[in-house]
Nanobody, 125 residues
């Protein structure tokens, strides 16, 4: 399984940024997909998850209303559109997958079984 993120960078508070993740080596259409992040000195935390149809999405309270997760099963990609970014959103963002988890229940409750290498997002004040 390979998950390759792209789209990170340095932005100012209030800006928007879009992260993308290309997945291979797994049955993408039956996998729960998500994004997690880890800030310096903190534990990795859940950000967002999406079911295989894209019809169900889940967000951490800290990003609800600002971030939008989406997926394209034809292209095996998952994206995270981030708006109204805050300095506290600064972190390494990881694409994550849980196989045989079409409802994205397991990825939220038990965590992923596959991780990307991460992409840095830095939000300056």
């Amino acid at each position: 399984v390979q998950l390759v993120e792209s789209g990170g960078g340095l932005v100012q508070a209030g800006d928007s940024l879009r992260l993308s993740c290309a997945a291979s080596g797994l049955t993408f259409s039956t996998s729960g997909m998500g994004w997690f992040r880890q800030a310096p000195g903190k534990e990795r935390e859940f950000v967002a998850a999406i079911s295989w149809t894209g019809g169900n999405t889940y967000y951490a309270d800290s990003v609800k209303g600002r971030f939008t997760i989406s997926r394209d099963n034809a292209k095996n990609t998952v994206s995270l559109q981030m708006s109204s970014l805050k300095p506290e959103d600064t972190a390494v963002y990881y694409c994550a997958a849980r196989r045989w988890d079409p409802s994205a229940t397991l990825i939220r409750n038990l965590g992923p079984d596959n991780w990307g290498q991460g992409t840095q997002v830095t939000v300056s004040s």
